[in-house]
């Protein structure tokens, strides 16, 4: 069976018409399979919805319990029958519960990775490799130029700037879902045991990771702390609340912001970091092209990210590729805005 009869872009996103769903659907739909929780991905308003049981918690906590007519939880693993295709949820590593999304038709398999790295995570169960037919693979960071390093190293960049500067509040800007509870994490294993701070809108899904066994330390709201009692701390907010009037509250701060783009200074100077953490929830170029590499497909499907490189680099190793063009989705960190920030709250 041709892959496209199985999967082929459609306005509302990527669909399967012979399972007669839509994976991570930008529009409402009859059926959805949603891949992770990231609002780009995952929106309310569909008829039913299969997900992973984190990632239906994730929306039910963003959009109130009627965010979908129903819901229907699926485990990593099992195998669930939709019109004519086999659906089976993998593990992307992305986020909690974070999944890829591998259809099968025939003797034809299809993964649609969603969000993924390959990067060791505390918070989420690592990325699994799924052999098959197609990949659909992600390309936020499709260039060369992007290679993160290890998110250890960039903790201890924080750290050794909190100890240089004990007189200053460190405020590290982090989106809310995934990356804030991996960089507390991360501090964890570092060693660092003191309190750290949290912006309001962090709150709910970072006390949800908690109720998941997710260790996390002692957590405390930063709203209502004397400015002088958050010297030498470190705070966690939403990446646009870091250049607003909220960080007023604090001594003399020093802004960080954690995120695979401040591998790009230029980046990091245009919004004012002064500390850049490379600290990356998506697949890296290593990553991305070692990937496609091991799971033996024949042909690949790029989408929402810097597609043309990542294309190029197949053709170059005898693969068949070619971008997909779906629009509506970005990097969660670049589209938060304070509003989204305050619904959270």
């Given amino acids: 069976m041709r892959p496209q009869d199985i999967l082929l872009p459609a306005a509302a996103g990527l ?24 609002s780009d991905h995952a929106r309310a308003g569909h008829g039913a919805v299969l997900a992973t049981q984190e ?37 992307a590593g992305h986020v909690l519960g974070s999944a890829q999304i591998a259809v099968t038709c025939k003797d034809t398999c299809i993964v649609a990775s969603g969000d ?10 690592p990325f699994e490799l799924v052999p098959c037919d197609v990949f659909i693979t992600e390309a936020t960071f499709g260039l060369p130029v992007f290679r993160h390093g290890d998110a250890s190293d960039e903790v201890k960049k924080l750290l050794a700037s909190v100890a240089l500067f004990p007189e200053r509040a460190h405020l590290v800007g982090a989106y809310s879902l995934g990356k804030a509870q991996r960089v507390i994490a991360l501090l964890r294993q570092a ?27 002692e957590l405390r709201p930063a709203a209502g702390m004397k400015k002088a009692a958050l010297a030498g701390t470190i705070t966690l907010a939403p990446p646009s609340a870091t250049s607003d009037i909220w960080t007023r509250r604090f001594p003399d701060p020093v802004t960080a912001f954690a995120s695979g783009w401040m591998r790009v200074r230029a980046r990091a100077r245009q919004r004012g970091i002064e500390l850049p953490l490379v600290i990356s929830d998506h697949a ?5 092209t070692a990937t496609i590499a091991a799971t033996g497909a024949g042909e690949i499907w790029v989408t929402h990210g810097q597609e ?38």
């Fill in 191 to 217: 060693g660092y045991d003191a309190p750290i701070y949290l912006h309001g809108a962090m709150e709910k899904i970072t006390e949800y990771y908690q109720s998941r066994g997710i260790e996390l330390g």
């Fill in 308 to 345: 043309d490189a990542l294309v190029h680099w197949c053709r170059s190793k005898g693969l068949k590729a070619q971008p997909l063009d779906l629009v509506g989705y970005g990097d969660e960190e670049e589209s938060e805005t304070p509003d989204a920030d305050e619904a959270e709250a």
């Fill in 116 to 125: 993924y790295k390959d990067a060791p995570d505390p918070t989420c169960t």
């Fill in 55 to 91: 990632t239906l918690d994730m929306m039910r906590l963003r959009y109130g319990e009627n965010f979908a007519g129903s819901t229907q939880v699926i485990s990593y693993g099992e195998e669930i029958r939709l019109g004519d295709v086999k659906v089976t949820f993998h593990p």
């Fill in 284 to 288: 890296d170029w290593d990553g991305l």
């Fill in 15 to 38: 669909c399967c018409k012979p399972g007669g769903f839509h994976i991570d659907p930008v529009r409402p739909v009859e059926r959805a399979v949603i891949t992770h929780g990231h």
